[in-house]
């Protein structure tokens, strides 16, 4: 995808991004440095990553962390949160990788849902930072693939249930992930009614597909911002090979 060059004025920049990075694959090694040269390009200060594996000693958001580390030279801090097993085999879930301390980190399960279940247990990572005295709430998700859209409605309404009751205090809230469904499903409509912003809408007309890759025919993956949040600039990002998704981007600004 092209590079994005944005410049915040008059406020504090905020760059954040999210990416399914499709679990383990046999080219790990070249792909994840390919993504973690990407994404160094773009030098996010928050990333939402979905699909995260365990593999030997470290998660695979460690690892992209410390190849990030490597190639700008910031610190990165992970939040990983374990859900179901990847194939079978390796313990799979969200993270949070931000160049900021993480001065809170919590757990949201999305599983308890009554008459309805997800298919795979889904939870959510959740990280508090503080940007130049501005509290920032900043949430990796991926909810499940169900058939059924209420799953996900059902999904969002209890990731609100427990951000209301258990995260309050912060200037802003930012929503990250793969919400495997589309603008105009129940989960994101619901969203919106919340004061939910999408960030890519809020600045691009055009489609903005990102699954399946390398020919997507649907938006899935969101950046969602709320409170004291202004969208600047958002696209696509990645390219063919790294995923069977596209990423998405955003420059924010955190208003005074």
């Not at 928050?46 to 695979?60: H, I, R, Y």
């Not at 990983?80 to 085999?89: A, D, K, T």
């Not at 059902?154 to 990250?176: D, F, M, P, W």
């Not at 409170?227 to 924010?252: K, N, P, Q, T, W």
Request: net charge negative.
């Amino acid at each position: 995808m092209a590079k994005m060059k944005w410049k915040a004025k008059n406020g504090i920049p905020l760059s954040v991004c999210t990416f399914n990075i499709h679990g383990k694959e046999e080219n790990d090694g070249t792909r994840l440095r390919a993504i973690a040269k990407r994404l160094s390009e773009l030098k996010p200060d928050l990333c939402a990553l979905q699909e995260v594996v365990v593999d030997g000693d470290k998660n695979t958001a460690e690892r992209l962390a410390e190849m990030l580390e490597a190639l700008t030279g910031e610190d990165y801090r992970v939040h990983f949160v374990e859900s179901h097993l990847f194939y079978g085999r390796y313990p799979e879930g969200v993270a949070v990788v931000s160049r900021y301390s993480l001065r809170e980190v919590g757990v949201i399960g999305l599983n308890d849902l009554g008459e309805l279940s997800p298919l795979l247990p889904r939870h959510a990572a959740v990280s508090g930072v503080e940007v130049e005295g501005r509290r920032i709430l900043f949430v990796s998700v991926h909810l499940d693939h169900h058939k059924n859209p209420l799953v996900r409605k059902l999904q969002v309404e209890r990731l609100l249930e427990e951000l209301e009751s258990h995260y309050s205090g912060y200037t802003a809230v930012i929503l990250a992930g793969d919400f495997n469904d589309t603008e105009d499903s129940p989960a994101l409509r619901l969203l919106k009614e919340n004061g939910f912003i999408d960030a890519y809408r809020a600045c691009n007309d055009d489609p903005g597909y990102t699954f399946p890759a390398p020919s997507p025919s649907m938006r899935i993956d969101y950046i969602l911002v709320k409170g004291g949040l202004e969208v600047l600039s958002a696209g696509r990002i990645m390219e063919e090979g790294l995923s069977d998704h596209f990423g998405v981007y955003a420059l924010l600004r955190i208003r005074g």
